[in-house]
């Protein structure tokens, strides 16, 4: 390191975030790998049906395809909002 | 037995040919039978990597398609009489290769006792590079320290773990190896760059070689002469190391240390 460095400015450690952005987005592809390709169809439309009875976020629908012996288990998880978050139905009255 | 090996990255531009045409060179050094073959249909380059441009007559096509014999379309390299190029076609017709085919041309170097065939693939994840991957007994994964290739890396290792032929036969898995190649050991100490742990933490297989960034891989490709062949050069010995491992040999890594800086350096930085 020279004596003049403080004069530059410091870029920050870049290479770690490199390694961070690769480990979180590898594992993700890792995962959806070998799933059949019609799931992030299959994971709208039925976020789309979700969405006429409950107010749920978008990342609030999780699906993932485990593999189990030689079959194979869709598994469906959604995370439903605290009470009183519930859309209410349009023909309801308001409460 | 005629191992067939693929040079694969996912990434264009991180150094497939150089590699395919150092390492082809490399096993020819070692006495072995090679031929090196450019799947990247449309794009032909390893003919000019290797230096014989000038001197393709017949390529891949043409001995698929049976317009000649395999014999009449591989090149014999000038330096090592046991080396042999085989050209991509510079068709535009995207379906020039079939699977078919190009069984049909590595059976044939398994009849004529190759030692090795190095198939040089092309960049994405196409016909082309599917092909040049699909009958591989080993794969050489060529990875840069950088987001985007070590990305498409881990595509192409998910592609070889599923779509080859040993994959779909259950005949074990293609040996996978991983190159690292423009590596630039002052900048990973300087933090800029990631380093051969961090790459290989990712993506998990076992390391073949390390090469650094050098000015002499341009030279070599200037002049036609693979870089293994330029003992002056740090990258060329890293090759070197690279294919003695390939070959069982154990060899330490080099070239992994940044050049110790001058005094003058040292105080103004640099």
Not at chain 1, 3 to 27: G, H, M, Q, W, Y
Not at chain 2, 72 to 92: G, H, P
Not at chain 2, 167 to 190: D, F, I, M
Request: aromatic share 6%; charged share 25%.
């Amino acid at each position: 390191m020279g004596i003049f460095d403080f004069l530059r400015a410091r870029p920050k450690n870049t290479a770690s975030v490199a390694k961070e952005r690769l480990r979180i987005i590898v594992a993700q592809e890792r995962g959806a790998r070998g799933a059949p390709d019609y799931l992030p169809l299959l994971r709208r439309e039925i976020l789309e049906v979700i969405k006429k009875y409950v107010n749920v976020d978008p990342d609030a629908v999780l699906i993932n395809v485990e593999r189990d012996g030689d079959h194979e288990v869709l598994e469906l998880s959604v995370a439903l909002p605290e009470k009183g978050h519930e859309i209410t139905p349009p023909p309801a009255s308001n409460s | 037995m005629t191992e067939i090996i693929v040079v694969t990255s996912g990434k264009g531009g991180v150094g497939k040919t150089t590699s395919s045409a150092s390492i082809a060179v490399g096993l020819a050094k070692h006495g072995k039978k090679v031929a090196v073959i450019d799947f990247d249909v449309g794009l032909r380059n390893l003919d000019l990597i290797m230096g014989c441009e000038r001197r393709v007559v017949y390529d891949f096509v043409n001995v698929i398609h049976g317009e000649c014999t395999l014999k009449q379309a591989l090149i014999k390299d000038k330096r090592y009489e046991t080396l042999f190029v085989l050209a991509a076609s510079q068709t535009r017709d995207k379906d020039a290769l079939t699977k078919e085919g190009v069984e049909r041309v590595l059976e044939e170097f398994k009849t004529e006792a190759f030692d090795f065939v190095v198939c040089d693939s092309p960049a994405g994840i196409e016909k082309g590079a599917f092909l040049a991957m699909y009958f591989a007994d080993r794969a050489i994964v060529v990875v840069n320290p950088e987001v985007s290739s070590v990305r498409d890396s881990d595509r192409i290792l998910g592609l070889l773990s599923s779509k080859t032929r040993r994959a779909e036969l259950g005949e074990g898995k293609v040996q996978e190896h991983l190159l690292l190649t423009r590596y630039n050991p002052a900048r990973v100490q300087n933090g800029d760059m990631m380093s051969l742990a961090d790459v290989q933490e990712i993506l998990g297989i076992n390391v073949l070689g390390v090469i650094p960034e050098s000015e002499g891989v341009l030279a070599a490709s200037n002049s036609g002469v693979p870089v293994i062949l330029d003992e002056g050069s740090n990258a060329g010995l890293a090759y070197e190391d690279a294919v003695a491992r390939l070959l069982g040999q154990e060899r330490p890594m080099r070239f992994m240390d940044a050049p110790k800086k001058g005094l003058m350096s040292r105080l103004f930085g640099g």
